[in-house]
């Protein structure tokens, strides 16, 4: 079937192109309603990532965030008119050892190969998970972000030694954020300080035990175990000031994408055998385990809803560019785009 | 109850040479016909798809069906189309009267077999509209000054263009209303009224808008055949 796809040919600009579903193929359609803006995807907007970068992987449709509904199923998995959350991390291989989002053959929606911005998107029946219809499809149209975070803190639990009296989050952007409430959802009784630099957008933060100015941070503080979700310019100082305040033998687990690589303090890594491991993307069990959070602590939707910011609804090629522009201009939140192709 | 039709009647006439009918030559590697009825198979609404086309082509016609759709054959009916393009809309209403019975719900969305690149979007609206007004025709703002001529040398008006539009297809009726207006007309009327919206607009029922897409196009010259190829081209796997 002909389906049309927006794919991102050169910065600032999309263009319409189709591509042909095979009916026959056993994979599923879904036609995606709310699409959700992701740094990786303005980094390809704006032409930030590198020349040779852009020049290999565009054209290509950009979103790897978001909800659609069922439009066929030849599984008879799912009915139509379903809402479903869809995964962009696609494996295509099984390994019983490392996991899907780490394996170096899987392919990544709107990095390796076309996102969602399509009007029908063709996956494997595992490739989505099944949304409650009490969950709001705004919320969940960035489940796959807050998956990141599931994923990292799962990671945490089976690295990380058992004292976890106090935890540090550095960040009080989108990422830190979400990692803050998941964590604080999983590991209710573990301290939680949040490290930041925006006193605003850390007043949001007001189910962590305590939040702290990074130019203004004790001497005396120490943590047990920390999550870094600053990436860009500011890993640098934001990894060494964790080093600096981590108690021995801690783990760090870094979240924050750099386009460059980062100096850090190994002497004090080693000085005090810190395990520092990184965690990007997620898997199918990720996805589960977030939607299963979101049935189980209701409140959880509230927290998420305060990072909701413009949503705009697209119906033509103007329309993504302003939700693209917009998205730009915002200080945190989420743009949202109402899909309507 | 909601029916497909596609309309596959025409004979090819504006397309050069070619021997086939226009609907039947391969884009992307497959019948443009059959890229069309794959739009509307994938929608749930559907009851059933009707597909019109001329007498010596209906065999050929389920022949692709059965070789491109399998076991999803069975939710297509191949029928001979009429003389115009109104009677072979009649056509497929006289065989969901004797198949399923015509009521007040019974929707028609009726298609050009060689527009293979609607949407969903535009599908679904023909038919959320259509339940809501009886009547829809899906058309986009005219980008080109539409100029009016009735001698065809000299220009007898310039209707202003941010009221024009250029009708596409589906076009969505009422089927039981339609096979009404469409009998009430003289045949004078008939031969006039080419348009199956047209009809409803003359007798004072009210069409409600779609809003196509430019890329809705029809495919009629040869020109039109070598953009369609070039907007299926996917140069990159897994897409």
């Given at each position: 079937m002909l389906n049309t796809v927006f794919r991102?040919?050169?910065?600032?600009r999309f263009e319409v192109e189709f591509n042909d579903i095979d009916l026959h193929s056993g994979q599923i359609i879904v036609r995606p309603t709310h699409l959700s803006i992701c740094h990786a995807d303005q980094r390809y907007y704006q032409g930030l990532r590198p020349a040779e970068i852009l020049k290999q992987k565009l054209p290509m449709a950009l979103i790897h965030e978001g909800v659609g509904e069922i439009v066929y199923d030849p599984t008879g998995t799912y009915h139509c008119g379903d809402s479903v959350i869809m995964i962009p991390n696609t494996p295509v291989e099984k390994d019983d050892v490392i996991a899907e989002n780490y394996l170096r053959s899987s392919k990544f929606r709107a990095s390796g190969f076309d996102g969602f911005m399509q009007e029908h998107v063709a996956l494997q029946p595992d490739r989505v998970v099944p949304l409650e219809p009490t969950v709001d499809k705004i919320i969940a149209s960035f489940t796959e972000l807050v998956s990141v975070s599931v994923h990292a803190i799962r990671r945490f639990d089976t690295i990380a030694h058992a004292r976890r009296n106090i935890v540090g989050i550095w960040g009080d952007g989108n990422l830190g954020y979400i990692t803050a409430i998941f964590f604080k959802a999983m590991f209710p009784e573990v301290k939680l300080y949040i490290f930041g630099v925006d006193q605003e957008k850390m007043s949001q933060f007001s189910f962590a035990d305590d939040t702290f100015s990074v130019t203004e941070i004790p001497t005396d503080l120490m943590i047990d175990h920390a999550f870094e979700c600053v990436g860009g310019d500011a890993s640098q100082k934001a990894i060494n000031q964790i080093i600096d305040h981590i108690q021995p033998e801690g783990t760090i687990s870094i979240l924050g994408v750099s386009e460059y690589p980062v100096p850090i303090n190994t002497r004090m890594v080693l000085e005090k055998g810190l395990r520092i491991f990184g965690s990007s993307r997620s898997g199918r069990e990720d996805f589960l385990k977030t939607v299963a959070l979101y049935k189980e602590r209701p409140e959880i939707i509230g927290y998420l809803?305060?990072?909701?910011g413009a949503q705009i609804e697209v119906r033509t090629i103007a329309d993504m560019n302003l939700a693209f522009e917009t998205d730009i201009h915002k200080s945190i939140g989420k743009t949202i785009m109402i899909w309507d192709k | 109850m909601v029916f497909g039709v596609i309309l596959a009647g025409g004979v090819g006439s504006r397309m050069g040479n070619v021997e086939k009918p226009k609907q039947y030559l391969k884009v992307g590697g497959k019948p443009i016909i059959i890229h069309t009825i794959e739009k509307f198979f994938v929608h749930d609404e559907f009851v059933k798809l009707i597909v019109l086309c001329p007498k010596q082509w209906v065999e050929n016609t389920k022949n692709l069906v059965r070789k491109y759709l399998g076991d999803g054959a069975d939710h297509v009916v191949v029928l001979e189309g009429g003389a115009t393009r109104n009677e072979t809309i009649m056509n497929s209403i006289y065989y969901i009267e004797k198949e399923y019975g015509l009521d007040e719900e019974t929707l028609i969305v009726t298609h050009d077999?060689?527009?293979?690149?609607?949407?969903y979007r535009i599908i679904e609206e023909n038919i959320r509209y259509g339940k809501e007004y009886g009547a829809v025709d899906t058309v986009i703002a005219a980008t080109d000054t539409i100029v009016e001529s009735e001698t065809g040398d000299v220009i007898s008006s310039v209707p202003d263009r941010a009221k024009m539009y250029q009708g596409q297809t589906p076009q969505t009726f009422n089927a039981k209303k339609l096979k009404e207006l469409y009998l009430s007309l003289s045949e004078k009327e008939k031969d006039i009224l080419t348009d199956a919206s047209k009809i409803f607009v003359i007798k004072g029922e009210k069409v409600h808008l779609v809003q196509g897409e430019?890329?809705?196009?029809?495919?009629?010259?040869p020109y039109d055949l070598r953009v369609a190829e070039s907007l299926i081209q996917d140069p990159k796997n897994m897409k």
């Open positions: 991102l040919v050169a910065p600032r809803s305060n990072i909701v | 077999s060689v527009r293979p690149f609607l949407t430019v890329f809705n196009i029809k495919i009629t010259y």
